[in-house]
């Protein structure tokens, strides 16, 4: 956004304004932009990990033989055969995910009264049976009968000293926080707006349209924004590109269309203030100037950087779609459909077993000594993270959503040791 000034900003003659100099800038609100940089540069001058993108990048930029060149005319030609049935297998193939994508919509209807359900008991819109809230852990089926009926009157016990909450509180929040990928995006000053969460949909485009699907945020009506729903739409290719067909490897996203948030004056937290003293060279006056500059939030998600008809981005602009991506991907794959073992804490660990397994082969490197480190910062902006990492093609050679593990996730804890 533009940035807006104040009223001793708005008065001073143009020409004055070549002799002022800024002698320093204060922020209301914490701003780890700098810290971010310093941590990127530190990341990019360590040799191990430089290192290990390099060999990546060897792994993946393989170089043909000598030995197709050495082959005759006629075996060549054969081959060349064999590669047009390959593209024919690619847009084969093509038309399989569309029909997956045609299953994901039929099953989305059914799976829908459940989730429907689910955000009912959340929102206290509905509350659960006896026989509905009956689950069995681990620990009860070695209890016996005494020792299960002493602990249900200490937890009765428990209720009765609480005070009645309603639903599920902040459960949407606690998703959030409990996953690194979504907490590296949210900001303390996002918590408060993210509390009024109430759902989130995944809507599939209609049959016969463009593949896509939209993200919906369900929200409570609250002091931030008078928006009831945010929308995040992704659309998707599922063809073959005609300039290099054999890359094809199943949907690929190619842009996302955000909304528009209605904030609340002064509620924006997109957005944060800063003020900035300048001094006249001559006069040797000061004076403040306040400038509206934009802020890190969860809530910058919704406004994606737009992609050009020509699809040409700058590497900065780039390398945020494609962490937007994976975002995106993951949040439809695995928070919507698996939420509550994610605000349990369940779903994690079989995410983190998944990593483990991925990275085994990294066991026995040294790890980065962050003790000794006086400016390692762990907690950098899901955008800086982005840019910092844009070289996504050495880790994702598809340049698509991990099916697994969010491929951002993977450099995360690559880059951590």
Not at 29 to 50: C, F, H, W, Y
């Amino acid at each position: 956004p533009p940035p807006s000034s104040s009223k001793d900003q708005a008065e001073m003659d143009p020409a004055d304004m070549e002799d002022v100099e800024d002698v320093e800038e204060e922020e209301t609100g914490e701003d780890e932009n700098s810290k971010a940089r310093q941590l990127t540069v530190q990341m990019m001058q360590n040799p191990q990990i430089l290192a290990a993108l390099q060999e990546r990048l060897d792994g993946l930029n393989g170089s043909p033989s000598g030995y197709m060149e050495s082959l005759p005319k006629v075996v060549k030609r054969r081959v060349n055969a064999l590669k047009n049935l390959q593209v024919k297998c690619a847009h084969i193939e093509a038309k399989f995910y569309e029909e997956v994508h045609e299953l994901e919509r039929k099953y989305a209807a059914l799976y829908q009264p459940l989730f429907d359900k689910r955000s009912e008991i959340v929102t206290a819109a509905y509350e659960p049976t006896d026989e509905e809230c009956e689950w069995k852990t681990d620990e009860e089926e070695e209890l016996t009968d005494e020792m299960k009926e002493k602990a249900k009157l200490e937890e009765e016990k428990k209720d009765e000293e609480k005070e009645n909450p309603k639903g599920i509180p902040e459960f949407w929040l606690t998703v959030f926080k409990n996953v690194d990928l979504l907490s590296d995006m949210l900001q303390e000053h996002d918590e408060p707006v993210l509390k009024h969460l109430q759902d989130i949909k995944v809507k599939f485009s209609d049959p016969g349209q463009p593949m896509s699907f939209t993200l919906e945020f369900h929200f409570e009506p609250n002091e931030f924004f008078t928006n009831t729903v945010l929308s995040k739409t992704y659309k998707m290719r599922s063809e073959p590109d005609e300039s290099d067909p054999f890359s094809f490897d199943g949907p690929e996203i190619m842009s996302c269309v955000g909304c528009t948030i209605d904030w609340t004056k002064g509620k924006n937290v997109t957005l944060k203030t800063i003020k900035k003293k300048q001094k006249h060279k001559g006069r040797g006056t000061v004076r403040t100037v306040t400038k509206t500059v934009p802020n890190d939030s969860f809530f910058n998600f919704f406004t994606p950087p737009e992609v050009p008809e020509n699809g040409e981005l700058d590497e900065d602009s780039e390398a945020i779609l494609a962490a937007d991506f994976e975002i995106g991907h993951f949040i439809r794959e695995r928070i919507v459909p698996r939420a509550v073992l994610y605000f349990t804490g369940e779903a994690i660990e079989d995410d983190d077993d998944d990593v483990s397994l991925l990275l085994s082969n990294q066991e026995g490197e040294e790890e980065a000594d962050e003790e000794n480190d006086p400016d390692y910062d762990p907690k950098v902006s899901w955008r800086e993270h982005a840019v910092m990492t844009s070289s996504k093609d050495l880790w994702c050679p598809e340049k698509r959503p991990c099916s697994a593990v969010p491929c951002c996730q993977l450099r995360t804890l690559q880059a951590e040791g």
